[in-house]
């Protein structure tokens, strides 16, 4: 089943019309004939040939996603595997957990993949955290008691905003390693606050020993 992006379930989208001028005919004088007619478009929605007029024989239902469309697919502990369905089949998948707190309400989003060998980072992630999240004070991460990461922010649009993470072998490990990580924002009315988002490593190696090398 598709899955839509968590931010995004609060939005309300407005539906886009796309208005096409009818082309004008120029009126004439003239006493010409009229071109013959030609043969009328046929009619999409004519009956299928057997079938009485206003009877419909139905679509078959299919929950599979189609191509282009987003679906869960592995789980390990508590990461995901975020995929998109491809024509070929070879579809690639992403890590992705979704991260709430004690009451469920949405803070967070993380999906993690992994490079093409050869760089100085060997996994991306990007974080998503809600609007009005200060972008001077950065995304701060830290794994059990190692030391903090900072990150700067990428950019924000109508779902959120988004840290954009270049992760080192030793990073991975860290997680790997690790029993929990904590995401700290800071929020754009109250700058003297913090906001610490826990994030599960359950599950992570499992899911990053088949997460799929996508290249940037």
Do not use: H
Not at 50 to 59: A, H, K, R, T, W
Not at 60 to 84: A, H, L, N
Not at 131 to 159: G, H, K, M, W
């Amino acid at each position: 089943m598709p899955t839509p992006t968590p931010f995004s379930l609060a939005l309300s989208f407005a539906a886009l019309m796309a208005l096409s001028a009818a082309p004008v005919l120029a009126q004439s004088d003239s006493t010409e004939t009229p071109p013959a007619a030609t043969d009328a478009p046929a009619d999409d929605d004519a009956p299928a040939p057997g079938v009485p007029d206003g009877l419909s024989l139905g679509e078959e239902v299919t929950d599979e996603p189609q191509v282009g469309q987003t679906y869960i697919g592995q789980k390990f502990g508590d990461w995901s595997m975020r995929c998109i369905r491809t024509e070929s089949g070879d579809d690639p998948c992403q890590m992705y957990q979704f991260l709430v707190d004690d009451e469920e309400t949405p803070l967070a989003e993380v999906s993690l993949f992994r490079l093409p060998e050869g760089g100085q980072a060997v996994a991306g992630a990007t974080v998503i955290v809600p609007l009005e999240t200060s972008l001077a004070a950065q995304l701060s991460i830290r794994i059990d008691e190692n030391p903090v990461r900072r990150y700067p922010f990428a950019f924000c649009n109508q779902i959120g905003c988004y840290a954009r993470l270049g992760l080192t072998e030793a990073d991975v490990t860290a997680f790997k390693r690790g029993g929990r990580a904590v995401l700290t924002i800071v929020p754009v009315m109250a700058p003297d606050q913090q906001v610490n988002i826990p994030m599960s490593l359950s599950g992570f190696t499992a899911s990053y020993d088949v997460v799929s090398v996508i290249d940037q």
